[in-house]
């Protein structure tokens, strides 16, 4: 059975630090991409970052780069999602999600797998 599973969110002072967890299982975690995606109230969801589980390359949206960090741990078949510098336009449910292509983009079709999410608060 494919499981994702976010943990580390909360409610955080704005210019403040998070570090969300993704452990994946049930599939074959060194062929997939990961990704980091957030859905705000009332708007739609977007993507934040994503790591190749292959080689370790990254990409950022324009939102984050700079502020957020992400890494992979592939001995725990987790990655991470370091935040810092926290703004309260941050607050949303963060999702990951697994790509087989691989591709490194940030389009939510390419995506198989999802978490459940994992909400972000950052107060002002």
């Known amino acids: 059975e494919v499981q994702l599973v976010e943990s580390g969110g909360g409610l955080v002072q704005a210019g403040g630090s998070l570090r969300l967890s993704c452990a994946a299982s049930?599939?074959?975690?060194?062929?997939?991409?990961i990704g980091w995606f957030r859905q705000a109230p009332g708007k739609e969801r977007e993507g934040v970052s994503c790591i190749s589980s292959s080689d370790g390359s990254t990409y950022y949206a324009d939102s984050v780069k700079g502020r957020f960090t992400i890494s992979s741990d592939n001995a725990k078949n987790t990655v991470y999602l370091q935040m810092n510098s926290l703004k309260p336009e941050d607050t949303a449910v963060y999702y990951c999600?697994?790509?087989?292509?691989?591709?490194?983009?940030?389009?939510?079709?390419?995506?198989?797998?999802w978490g459940q999410g994992t909400q972000v608060t950052v107060s002002s």
């Open positions: 049930g599939f074959t975690f060194d062929d997939y991409a």
């Open positions: 999600a697994a790509d087989g292509s691989d591709r490194l983009l940030l389009r939510q079709f390419d995506y198989d797998y």
